[in-house]
């Protein structure tokens, strides 16, 4: 069974920087796209970023380019999310999610929320002055 846990949220002003952590236990992060998702007040989940099982491919939501950087390090097992220049619209609790992919898919970055099988509790993120 993989298990995720996420850490990192917190308060943060506008134009601030947090980095938020998906420690992977279990099984290898290796057979897995990861996905970082988030949910605003009164929002629906959102897509933010995906990182494919091979780090060839990764993807970012528009509202968030050129600010966000997701990556993983293979020898911790966990992928992360920077985030920088945060803006109050960035307030959310941040998911971790991942979805095993066989082997010929290692490239695959899964956009939509229902392809994912395994998801942390989530992290909040609060900007704010």
């Known amino acids: 069974q993989l298990r995720l846990v996420e850490s990192g949220g917190g308060l943060v002003q506008p134009g601030g920087s947090l980095r938020l952590s998906c420690a992977a236990s279990?099984?290898?992060?290796?057979?897995?796209?990861s996905g970082w998702f988030r949910q605003a007040p009164g929002k629906e989940r959102e897509l933010v970023s995906c990182?494919?099982?091979?780090?060839?491919?990764?993807k970012y939501a528009d509202s968030v380019k050129g600010r966000f950087t997701i990556s993983r390090d293979r020898a911790n097992n966990t992928v992360y999310l920077q985030l920088d220049k945060l803006k109050p619209d960035d307030t959310a609790v941040y998911y971790c999610?991942?979805?095993?992919?066989?082997?010929?898919?290692?490239?695959?970055?899964?956009?939509?929320?229902?392809?994912?099988?395994?998801w942390g509790q989530g992290t909040l993120v609060t900007v704010s002055e």
């Open positions: 279990g099984r290898t992060l290796d057979d897995f796209a």
């Open positions: 999610a991942a979805r095993e992919v066989p082997l010929r898919d290692r490239s695959a970055c899964p956009v939509p929320l229902w392809q994912y099988e395994h």
């Open positions: 990182i494919s099982a091979d780090d060839d491919r990764l």
